[in-house]
DNA sequence: AGTAGTGTTCGGCC
DNA sequence: TGGCCGAACACTAC
């Protein structure tokens, strides 16, 4: 559920909601109080990478799924819901996910241009901010979300695979033409994740990401945690090129 | 049946 | 003060 092509898809799933009046807020959520949404209207659902928002007239919740939260729309999963909004005539229902008030408008809070899958993305802004942490692992930048938000561990390991690049090269010992491809294929993956989520054929085309042999050589997948993240990476250690002079300790 | 993971925050420790 | 680490959260596919 949880990288930004998912929210999207959520997002764009919900849009019948637009305009409609909350019955009823109900959840066992303890970090906002239910009865601010009685009567409400939903004026828009937004979304900054993994960050789902509903918006009403002077309130904005945002909902993180996290790694394990799920929603329902007009229906339910038999569990209690960690939120949920009642319409006279349908409802949205999430679990397992973190619900928080917004502390201000949307446009007050997130920087649009940070997020790949929204259309005031800009990849120059990301070359800056990538250039001013040149000792970063990319395989740690691409999931830092103040850079490329929305971009998860599967996204990540995609991309590195199809830019052919080691996940343990800084930015700046990139060739000028493979810093422009890392922030290029970060968008282009998150669109190609989007399209085969909608057709439920993600995981046929993953060709790194949970995979054992590398598909361009035939020869295993190195599998690591390594950066700051710790996050599961899957590379190949003939095609993905290490640009700098010594490997680093994972 | 047990385990690992599409993620993030927080508190403790050095 | 700050960086690092582990725990917590809570679900389910394999």
């Not at 993956?189 to 790194?208: G, I, Q, V």
């Not at 598909?215 to 690591?224: G, H, I, L, Q, S």
């Not at 950066?227 to 590379?235: H, Q």
Request: charged letters at 25%; proline letters at 5%; hydrophobic letters at 40%.
């Amino acid at each position: 559920m949880p990288e930004g092509p998912s929210i999207v898809i959520l997002k764009e799933a919900v849009q019948e909601f637009i305009g409609k009046t909350v019955i009823r807020a109900e959840g066992n959520t303890k970090a906002i109080d239910l009865d601010l949404f009685e009567n409400q209207t939903v004026v828009d659902f937004k979304s900054w990478g993994k960050h789902f928002l509903i918006c009403f007239e002077h309130i904005t919740v945002r909902i993180h799924f996290m790694l394990f939260g799920s929603y329902r729309i007009n229906e339910s999963k038999g569990v209690p819901p960690r939120f949920s909004l009642k319409f006279d005539d349908g409802e949205l229902n999430f679990y397992a996910c973190s619900v928080q008030l917004l502390n201000g408008s949307p446009d007050e809070i997130y920087d649009w241009s940070a997020d790949v899958m929204n259309i005031n993305w800009d990849a120059e802004s990301a070359y800056l901010k990538l250039a001013a942490y040149p000792k970063v692992l990319i395989c740690d930048a691409l999931l830092d979300q103040n850079i490329f938000a929305g971009v998860g561990n599967i996204i990540k390991n995609e991309v590195l695979f199809r830019t052919r690049l080691h996940p343990l090269n800084t930015f700046s010992d990139l060739p000028e033409s493979s810093k422009r491809e890392l922030i290029e294929e970060a968008v282009n993956y998150s669109f190609d994740f989007l399209r085969w989520k909608k057709e439920f054929t993600l995981k046929k085309h993953w060709l790194a990401h949970a995979k054992s042999i590398c598909p361009r050589d035939n020869v295993p997948f190195k599998k690591t945690y390594p950066g700051k993240t710790k996050r599961r990476t899957f590379y190949c250690e003939i095609c993905q090129r290490f640009y700098g002079s010594v490997l680093p300790e994972i």
